[in-house]
């Protein structure tokens, strides 16, 4: 069996750029079954790994797996474009903005590319979720209630007085994976028995760490009588944006519990030598999410198999200062 080449394609920010991808394209061998795999953020582990999961999906099927850096909506048609010219017959996504779905649908379709989407889901004009396109993501709600659960079990480890101890809820619910990770946490802790009056939800203006720290300090101000924290967010930022609060306004680390969702952002904080207020993360599997989702592509491509409309991966591990660097490795990360 002949091994093809992967091929890889940065941000597409110039003409020039534009068409030395494509020439590399057309160099290849016309018989090649090819396929894109196009990500919002190529310098993060996390894409870096479903790229490499990627490549051992082409490895193993024998087709030529093109990587392309989709940073914005402009970018993301060009990229359609040259996948077009370059006679490929379908790509993954994980879309830089979810109202970019139909946009990419219709310039999809008008090529007759067939479309996966992962991590991310489409939006259809009304922000309604595009389900008839087919989704590889992480189980939002599992994954929120099992940081829920974790948080409540380090609690009561700790042994911590429930009347005393607040849930720092930091949402962004306009982003559906943000809801239903932070409504599937909240719902494993009053479930658990944690007091539901002494949940507080507080919105963010953005996923990041400046952004949560700012709506974890409008929170905190409020209620001063709070003498222990957990805290609840869509991803490692948010949490590390709630941590730095507590930081800031006096909370010991012993007195606070944080623990995100993703992992990748969470390796700075769980290596320092003295602990901090972030315990832990939850670790999803961009392995699998990369490879199966350009397997179910490959499939569909080949033996006309349309993929499930909903893949929900549910694979995760919590890591601590304990275990991070042996369960990062596992990942490939």
């Given at each position: 069996?002949?091994?093809?080449?992967?091929?890889?394609?940065?941000?597409?920010?110039?003409?020039?750029?534009?068409?030395?991808?494509?020439?590399?394209?057309?160099?290849?061998?016309?018989?090649?079954?090819?396929?894109?795999?196009?990500?919002?953020?190529?310098?993060?582990?996390?894409?870096?790994t479903e790229w490499s999961f990627a490549e051992q999906a082409a490895k193993q099927y024998d087709f030529e797996l093109v990587k392309m850096a989709v940073p914005d909506g402009e970018k993301t048609l060009n990229a359609i474009d040259t996948l077009a010219a370059s006679g490929a017959k379908?790509?993954?996504?994980?879309?830089?903005?979810?109202?970019?779905?139909?946009?990419?649908?219709?310039?999809?379709?008008?090529?007759?590319?067939?479309?996966?989407?992962?991590?991310?889901?489409?939006?259809?004009?009304?922000?309604?979720?595009?389900?008839?396109?087919?989704?590889?993501?992480?189980?939002?709600?599992?994954?929120?209630?099992?940081?829920?659960?974790?948080?409540?079990k380090e609690m009561t480890k700790r042994g911590w007085d429930a009347s005393t101890t607040g849930v720092?809820?930091?949402?962004?619910?306009?982003?559906?994976?943000?809801?239903?990770?932070?409504?599937?946490?909240?719902?494993?802790?009053?479930?658990?028995?944690?007091?539901?009056?002494?949940?507080?939800?507080?919105?963010?203006?953005?996923?990041?760490?400046?952004?949560a720290l700012d709506a974890a300090n409008s929170l905190l101000v409020q209620y001063p009588d709070v003498k222990q924290w957990l805290i609840v967010g869509m991803n490692d930022n948010t949490v590390l944006g709630g941590v730095r609060a507590t930081e800031g306004q006096g909370f010991?680390?012993?007195?606070?519990?944080?623990?995100?969702?993703?992992?990748?952002?969470?390796?700075?904080?769980?290596?320092?030598?003295?602990?901090?207020?972030?315990y832990g993360s939850l670790l999803p599997s961009p392995d699998v999410n990369g490879f199966k989702s350009i397997e179910s592509l490959y499939k569909w491509v080949t033996d006309d198999v349309e993929p499930e409309k909903f893949f929900e991966v549910t694979d995760v591990v919590l890591i601590t200062r304990d275990n991070f660097r042996t369960e990062l490795e596992k990942k490939g990360l």
């Open positions: 069996m002949k091994l093809k080449k992967i091929l890889t394609i940065a941000a597409l920010s110039s003409m020039t750029v534009l068409s030395a991808s494509a020439h590399a394209f057309f160099g290849s061998s016309d018989d090649a079954i090819r396929l894109g795999y196009l990500v919002k953020q190529p310098e993060e582990p996390w894409f870096q379908g790509f993954v996504i994980c879309t830089p903005d979810p109202k970019l779905g139909p946009a990419i649908m219709a310039k999809a379709k008008s090529y007759g590319l067939k479309v996966v989407t992962v991590d991310d889901q489409f939006l259809n004009a009304k922000g309604e979720p595009m389900t008839e396109v087919p989704l590889v993501m992480m189980a939002a709600s599992e994954i929120g209630y099992q940081q829920g659960t974790e948080l409540f720092m809820a930091i949402t962004a619910d306009e982003l559906d994976t943000a809801r239903r990770r932070v409504d599937g946490s909240i719902k494993a802790l009053k479930e658990a028995g944690f007091p539901e009056g002494q949940i507080y939800r507080v919105p963010t203006k953005t996923n990041d760490i400046p952004g010991a680390a012993t007195s606070v519990i944080g623990i995100g969702i993703n992992g990748v952002d969470a390796v700075n904080e769980l290596a320092k030598s003295n602990p901090t207020g972030f």
